[in-house]
């Protein structure tokens, strides 16, 4: 019985120590540092635990770069009246996005700032 119950509060811990774990928080970005971004959806992704927007934006040279862009969690986002279709490739969109502390281009939707999807606020007010 005491080696069931061992088992048992072991395997409870890893249950709940492995996502936590893998969760990066808000520490992978500069909340100091935010860009503005107009360019192409590629690619939008419904999922947990962060839904992703993929855009190619043209630099100053003309020169398309990939951008990742996270928002909330499905369940957080559908609040405020986004969904699976929300985007779709070829959309236009302009976001301002809080970049990645690393360089890399990736950000997170600020939540505070306006997206622009197709020339119109989004979500629709």
Avoid at 12 to 30: E, M, T
Avoid at 46 to 75: M, Q, S
């Amino acid at each position: 019985m005491k080696r069931k119950t061992t088992i048992l509060l072991l395997g409870l811990v890893l249950a709940v120590s492995i996502p936590v774990s893998a969760h990066h928080g808000n520490a992978a970005f500069d909340y100091d540092k935010k860009v503005t971004l107009s360019g192409t959806v590629t690619q939008w992704i419904w999922a947990n635990p962060h839904c992703l927007l993929k855009v190619d934006v043209k630099d100053e040279t003309g020169e398309v770069k990939h951008w990742i862009i996270e928002a909330g969690t499905p369940a957080d986002i559908s609040r405020q009246e986004w969904s699976h279709s929300s985007f779709k490739p070829g959309d236009e969109v302009t976001v301002t996005v809080i970049v990645a502390k690393n360089g890399q281009r990736i950000g997170r939707f600020t939540g505070k700032d306006p997206v622009i999807l197709n020339g119109k606020p989004f979500p629709p007010e």
